[in-house]
């Protein structure tokens, strides 16, 4: 059975740091991901990550301050997240593909974890 448990969400100061963990269970995927939804706003990609770690994706919203690495060993898959704005605020959900490595598209991913809040405060 597949699963995506998420830790590492919470509430910070902006210009802070937090650090997402997403620990898969069931299967070793091609490709990673972390999505964040914020209210009233569609589902968006933030960062991707390919299983031999070497091919990564950012938005462009987070280029620069969000960085997403991978453990195999663990089949974890982290996102660090620096110099957090308000506007970052959302509902965070690691996802996974079993499809392509460059998997970017919301149907692309198969499983989900069940989201962890993360509130930028001004």
């Known amino acids: 059975q597949v699963q995506l448990v998420e830790s590492g969400g919470g509430l910070v100061q902006a210009g802070g740091s937090l650090r997402l963990s997403c620990a898969a269970s069931?299967?070793?995927?091609?490709?990673m991901g972390w999505f964040r939804q914020a209210p009233g706003k569609e589902r968006e990609l933030v960062a991707r990550i390919a299983r031999s770690g070497l091919n990564t994706y950012y938005a462009d919203s987070v280029k620069g301050r969000f960085t997403i690495s991978r453990d195999n060993a663990k089949n974890t898959v982290y996102l660090q997240m620096n110099s957090l704005r308000p506007e970052d605020t959302a509902v965070y959900y690691c996802?996974?593909?079993?499809?392509?490595?460059?998997?970017?598209?919301?149907?692309?991913?198969?499983?989900w974890g069940q989201g962890t809040q993360v509130t930028v405060s001004s």
């Open positions: 069931g299967h070793t995927f091609n490709a």
């Open positions: 996802a996974a593909s079993s499809g392509s490595v460059y998997s970017i598209h919301l149907s692309d991913f198969g499983s």
